[in-house]
């Protein structure tokens, strides 16, 4: 076993990793007490000692980083927020794999002071401060997603977790037994019934097929990555059971597309109440000036820990942009989101 602590000082705008984990992001962590998503939505916190572990089993590379679509094996990351580090335990060095996947280097206390001066947008910040947009691998993003029409947050985690559980290999660490989400063949060679029999009902045949189209190619979700954004967004709809909104949930919280913002029920509520403005009566309208209204100054942003004068080529097209207006639009609307729904 593996161990190891980053400091929470040395993240700007620090971490709130419950919230993190816990905002309706991502579903492929869980709580190694059970107790993910109970509190709905907002994390169940524990007053006495350190925060609760966090564990994920996600595919690594060969150097060990993060992979995007065939791993060459998997890793079990554990971690916790203490008073003033993330603790993390894990089957490899995990301190690359948790900056990719927290997105540690994001600078968020500019992010938060370059967004634009709105009451709803600063009552979002001010309740959910360390909350950190996810990095996930595209694959089990996409299948997530899918499942996500129409439920809640506790029963998607609950999805995806079963799915894990029964197709997925399974991973052995400190004398426990964790599985990885399955892979596109192993998703793929699963009966429409057999998924429907797991709970997924009509999700079904979306999950299947769309397993069996990556499984057998050309097409993958990670084939979206520096394409233009609303491009991107087209292309992620290619997939059984992708709509604008779940690709927009893909491109957020896999690809790197900070300026994508999914317009769900919350987020189009926010628009009739405080952003009419903002509906262009069909989605990618409304989406444009949703992100022009949301838009962050990005002169005075870091990405990946890097300057803001920094140039990043590599990046700038997959939606770390900083010479868009729009950059970071994807950020306040996952704030307005998780504001949304607990206030």
Not at 48 to 72: K, L, N
Not at 94 to 111: F, H, Y
Not at 269 to 280: L, Q, R, S, V
Request: glycine residues 8%; negative net charge; contains cysteine.
């Amino acid at each position: 076993m593996e161990r190891g602590a980053l400091s929470v000082d040395d993240l700007s705008g620090g971490i709130d990793l419950g919230l993190t984990i816990e905002s309706g992001q991502t579903y492929l962590w869980r709580r190694e007490d059970g107790r993910t998503y109970e509190g709905g939505a907002t994390p169940v916190r524990d007053n006495a000692g350190d925060g609760p572990w966090y564990v994920t089993v996600v595919g690594v590379d060969r150097d060990g980083t993060v992979s995007r679509r065939d791993p060459a094996e998997y890793a079990v990351v554990r971690v916790r927020r203490t008073d003033d580090r993330l603790e993390w335990e894990s089957t490899h060095d995990a301190a690359a794999i948790l900056r990719e996947l927290l997105r540690l280097d994001d600078d968020l206390a500019a992010i938060e002071s370059s967004a634009p001066d709105d009451p709803l947008v600063r009552d979002a910040f001010a309740v959910a401060r360390g909350m950190r947009i996810v990095r996930d691998p595209p694959f089990p993003t996409t299948i997530s997603f899918i499942c996500s029409a129409q439920m809640r947050v506790s029963r998607i985690h609950d999805m995806v977790t079963t799915l894990a559980e029964t197709y997925g290999e399974t991973v052995e660490f400190d004398g426990r037994r964790y599985h990885a989400f399955p892979t596109p063949d192993r998703l793929a060679a699963a009966t429409e019934d057999e998924l429907r029999d797991l709970g997924l009902g009509y999700r079904a045949p979306y999950v299947q097929r769309t397993a069996e189209m990556v499984a057998t190619g050309p097409d993958h979700p990670d084939d979206a990555r520096g394409l233009p954004y609303e491009e991107a967004r087209e292309f992620l709809t290619r997939f059984v059971g992708v709509g604008e909104k779940v690709a927009d949930c893909v491109l957020l919280f896999s690809l790197d597309y900070l300026n994508a913002v999914p317009l769900d029920t919350w987020i189009r509520t926010a628009i009739e109440e405080h952003y009419p403005d903002c509906d262009g009566g069909n989605y990618a309208r409304t989406s444009r000036a949703l992100r022009d209204r949301l838009s962050v100054r990005t002169d005075a942003v870091a990405i990946d820990g890097e300057s803001p004068e920094a140039a990043v080529p590599a990046r700038t097209a997959a939606g770390d942009v900083r010479d868009r207006d729009d950059a970071y639009a994807g950020y306040v609307q996952t704030y307005l989101f998780h504001h949304l729904r607990t206030r």
